[in-house]
């Protein structure tokens, strides 16, 4: 191999550093040949120095190095190194082209070591950069993209925007098809945002979540998003079947680096949380949402301990018969009653119950504390039906009837004093499951009503099969009463379907005479609100039912 070659060869395979190790090796193989030639010659056991500086150039250079410096050195303690310097007795050529062809393969097999352990070290450092199933860059290529985002220009016209996509039926896909239907869908949705934009970087952050980081115009955003929202919802195709996807996205739009890599996926993450619970395609993070995340783990984290240490409570609404004005039952809603935050708000922690385990806990401690008042007022002489709320999870979950039925058995109270009630959007989640269990409890004479109807639209097509005694009507049409034609037309085409299918129909958030009156007009059987009474505790119900009872017959007279 020529100088020529050989300057070619370690411009393309060496960085400056590189020549540092060059130029040492070098120096050695010249120290090597000084020790050799000032000691006597060849002959003597010195000359086996060189592979020293031979497997050094292996080790860094790999094999190609290791066989240049093995030529190189068997060269320099060849044809200009005698056997004896004395008698200045020269090498048989045989033997020092042997010892340089040794050297050479000294050099490669040093090589061929360096080379394999660098080639193990890069697909470590690909490894902990990749996910090995999509071949994606994953979390960790994302926290290194972020940071290397610091040493670019900041520009007043662009903006870095992170967004966080992920599968909302994924669930639904790897039932179905397995999970490799997920990681084909994020290999295909990979390439359709890569083709999109070549600058886009994407990311495999989790087993159901893509990342995309880009540098965006600020007025182009929108738009940009727009596009990635439309194309993430194309089908896939998994073994030539097109497969239909649906993605949530939440995203953060930053100019520049001020926080730890970390926190600008974490803002991104939380804000895809919220455009799950709200069901939206994308939100946009914003300086509440991690707050609001983290308070509401935080309540969530105390809300098991709550249940034992008694913070927890049940409060009563009475449910009225409309034609006569009698109580037909209560209503149990939860409550509780923080040592330190005060009162926390039934949305605040039932909704987030219900995203966690924790919903089968809180559905259990309403029933079991349901049926208690229930006896406790059979033992005063009330004979009081008790509703209460119940998760649509709850209805999925094996052993929930049964759970229902032993609590019932515990406290010997009958099935038809206790009615449970599900929310419209809720039956859908897995409606011949739900239908099966509700069929199990109406044998055992439970009650089971429709909560906040007319907030959903499917469960029309699956009314007639639902077992249920009762429908009650969502307060957002009835607080609109009489007045808004569109809400009274809602309500009275309500109230004319189920009594044809033999349902009752309850309206909620009945606030005055005026909607209570309308309401007796169209024949609604039941009515519930604060024209009665308010939620209350259990003592404070008896005594305004004691108190309800003296009433003259008028409503509009309490």
């Known amino acids: ?90 090498q ?16 490669f097999f040093s090589g061929v070591a360096s080379d394999a352990a660098r080639s193990y070290v890069k697909k470590l450092q690909w490894i902990s950069f990749h996910d090995r199933s999509t071949g994606l860059p994953n979390r960790s290529a994302l926290i290194d993209a972020i940071k290397k985002l610091s040493l670019q220009k900041n520009s007043a016209d662009l903006s870095h925007l992170l967004i966080a996509v992920s599968l909302e039926n994924k669930i639904e896909l790897k039932a179905a098809l397995g999970f490799g239907v997920i990681e084909e869908a994020f290999v295909q949705l990979a ?29 182009k955003a929108e738009d940009f998003l727009h596009e990635i929202s439309n194309i993430s919802k194309e089908p896939i195709l998994y073994n030539d079947i097109p497969i239909h996807i649906d993605t949530r996205m939440g995203y ?9 890599p970390e926190v600008y996926l974490r803002k991104a993450e939380a804000a895809l949380t919220v455009a799950y619970q709200q069901e939206l395609d ?4 914003t300086s509440d949402i991690l707050s609001c995340t983290k308070e509401n783990l935080s309540i969530l984290g105390e809300l098991k301990g709550a249940l034992s240490e008694g913070q927890l409570s049940l409060y009563y609404q009475p449910k009225i018969v409309i ?29 987030r119950a219900e995203q966690s385990t924790l919903i089968d806990l809180l559905t259990e401690f309403s029933l079991e504390q349901a049926i208690d008042q229930i006896k406790r007022w059979q033992e005063k002489g009330i004979s009081m039906p008790v509703s209460v709320n119940i998760s649509p999870k709850n209805l999925v979950k094996p052993g929930f009837s049964k759970m229902v039925l032993r609590h019932l058995n515990h406290y010997g109270i009958s099935s038809n004093m ?12 897995d409606i011949e499951r739900t239908i099966e269990e509700l069929n199990q409890l109406v044998g055992a004479q439970l009650i089971i009503s429709i909560d906040d109807f007319g907030t959903g639209y499917s469960s029309l097509q699956y009314l007639h099969r639902l077992p249920v005694s009762l429908i009650k009507i969502d307060q957002s049409f009835i607080l609109k009463l009489p007045n808004d034609k569109g809400a009274a037309n809602i309500v009275e085409a309500a109230v004319t379907l189920a009594h044809k299918m033999g349902i009752k129909v309850l309206a909620e958030g009945v606030e005055n005479q005026q909607i209570y009156d309308y309401l007796a007009k169209i024949g609604c059987d039941q009515a519930q609100g604060f024209l009665f009474s308010r939620p209350i505790p259990a003592e404070e119900f008896e005594r305004w039912w004691i108190a309800y009872k003296r009433r003259p017959t008028q409503v509009s007279s309490m």
């Open 1 to 90: 191999m020529d100088t020529e070659r050989l300057l070619k060869y370690f411009d393309q395979n060496t960085d400056m550093k590189h020549w540092g190790v060059v130029l040492v090796i070098l120096i050695l193989m010249t120290g090597v040949y000084a020790l050799v030639y000032q000691t006597g010659g060849i002959k003597f056991v010195y000359s086996h120095s060189m592979y020293i500086p031979i497997l050094l150039s292996g080790l860094v250079f790999g094999s190609a190095g290791g066989i240049i410096f093995g030529l190189i050195g068997g060269i320099i303690l060849g044809p200009f190194m005698p056997i004896d310097v004395e008698t200045g007795e020269s």
């Open 92 to 107: 048989e050529s045989i033997n020092w082209l042997y010892r340089t062809g040794f050297f050479a393969l000294i050099g």
């Open 191 to 219: 390439k359709r945002f890569t083709d999109q934009d070549k600058s886009n970087q994407i990311f495999y952050t989790d087993t159901a979540q893509l990342v995309i980081l880009t540098r965006i115009h600020h007025r």
């Open 252 to 260: 953060v739009i930053f100019d520049r680096i001020s926080e730890e």
């Open 282 to 285: 994308s939100v946009p993070y």
């Open 323 to 351: 034609a006569t004005g009698e109580v037909h039952g209560v209503e149990a809603l939860i409550r509780w009653h923080h040592p330190v935050r005060g009162e926390i708000l039934p949305d605040v922690f039932i909704s």
């Open 418 to 429: 206790l009615e449970l009630e599900i929310t419209e959007r809720g039956l859908m989640l």
